[in-house]
């Protein structure tokens, strides 16, 4: 009889197995072999030779006793010019068939990449529902909010998610933002709170004369006085460590002091996918369950899932004046148009939406999903490069503000 072992799957799940005799086991090895060494007359030895390993490693992986170690797939993918993890990805690719073969229940399962990070949003949705006193999920209204939203309601489904969503509002969003925002919280049934910084508002802080100052006031302090307010212990964020180099370096549970300050030297480890919720009186955490997704992740899941968008995304005809190299949108009566300044009507879609005078827009022709897709993945720049407040205050802005409580 077979020794057979399970292994949990960083969603939580049993769906992986490995047994030593199994059939699929040897796939890396096989590929190895038949697909680079043969052509190139390579044998084990030569191979070793090359990559400075024991050749006694090569005869393993070769032969099915041994496991591809991430070390091992990084020397043969440089070697044979191709991805680091493709041999990693085939061994993956081998216990998941794996488990389609030993587990009735999940005969024939793939998990495609999709689903990989979706099961990891979910389950990291379902962590902090289970372990924070008081969760909230921040919803900006864009592509990546409506994602995290849709993932919220299939995470806890068929009830409604367990806490609230909050919208800091700083009174600047485009109009069609906030129509959008008003519709799916009465669509879905959802408690959608709006906080607005009162106190900012009075003062006349607007994005044309105080520029990083404004940030600060009707962002990074509306949202820690909202944080404040309703005593919420996590805040749920759609940041993404492709958007920016600062939130590359952010964990997923990120948190935060009793003033919600960020201090990128002193993060928890998050290894295995286990994450320590602990937390004194005064402290938070804020959690990004789609830390680990791309732009085109972001954009294929949406069209996978068919999942609503505000209509900015898509290109059409819009007024706009170009601006230190910005395409803004003159979306009402308040924009303030420089000397010689003249809207133009201009077939223009946004990549990312924020306050409409600090948002630039993209020429494009791209008015259906597989356009933006095909776009977005031909695309050589993040999207937030056409965001102006990631420029105030020089290369370290976003790192500043998230420091000081930013998200």
């Known amino acids: 009889m077979q020794k057979q072992v399970y292994s949990l799957s960083k969603e939580g799940s049993i769906f992986m197995s490995a047994s030593i005799t199994s059939k699929n086991e040897n796939k890396a090895g096989k590929v190895l072999k038949e697909k680079f060494m043969e052509p190139q007359n390579l044998s084990a030895y030569k191979l070793a030779k090359e990559l400075n390993v024991p050749v006694s490693r090569i005869q393993d992986i070769l032969h099915g006793r041994r496991k591809i170690s991430a070390d091992s797939s990084v020397r043969l993918g440089r070697y044979f010019n191709v991805s680091e993890s493709y041999f990693l990805d085939l061994q993956n690719e081998d216990r998941i068939a794996e488990a389609g073969e030993k587990n009735e229940g999940f005969s024939g399962m793939r998990l495609s990449h999709l689903d990989v990070l979706e099961a990891e949003a979910i389950y990291i949705m379902r962590e902090v529902a289970a372990e924070c006193e008081k969760p909230v999920m921040l919803y900006s209204i864009g592509k990546d909010s409506s994602v995290m939203l849709h993932l919220a309601m299939k995470a806890f489904y068929p009830e409604k998610p367990p806490f609230p969503f909050l919208h800091v509002n700083t009174t600047w969003k485009f109009r069609e933002m906030i129509e959008f925002r008003d519709r799916r919280a009465k669509e879905l049934g959802i408690e959608m709170l709006e906080y607005i910084n009162e106190e900012g508002l009075k003062q006349g802080i607007n994005p044309f004369d105080h520029g990083a100052a404004y940030t600060d006031i009707m962002k990074t302090q509306a949202l ?184």
């Open 224 to 407: 820690k006085q909202a944080l404040t307010k309703y005593g919420f212990t996590a805040a749920f964020g759609g940041g993404r460590r492709d958007e920016e180099k600062s939130r590359a370096k952010e964990r997923i549970f990120s948190f935060r002091d009793s003033s919600q300050a960020w201090d990128p030297k002193n993060q928890r480890p998050e290894m295995w996918k286990c994450y320590n919720t602990e937390i004194k009186k005064g402290e938070s955490i804020r959690v990004f369950p789609i830390s680990n997704w791309t732009e085109s992740d972001i954009w294929q899941y949406i069209k996978r899932e068919n999942i609503p968008i505000v209509p900015l995304y898509f290109a059409a005809k819009r007024p706009v004046v170009e601006r230190d190299g910005n395409l803004i949108m003159v979306d009402d009566d308040r924009m303030r148009l420089r000397p010689g300044e003249k809207p133009e009507m201009k077939m223009v879609r946004f990549r990312t939406l924020g306050c409409y005078p600090l948002s630039g827009g993209v020429e494009s022709e791209a008015t259906t999903l597989d356009e933006i897709i095909e776009e977005t993945l031909s695309a050589t720049e993040s999207e937030r490069t056409s965001r102006v407040i990631d420029k105030d205050g020089g290369a370290a802005s976003m790192e500043k503000r998230k420091r000081e409580g930013y998200f």
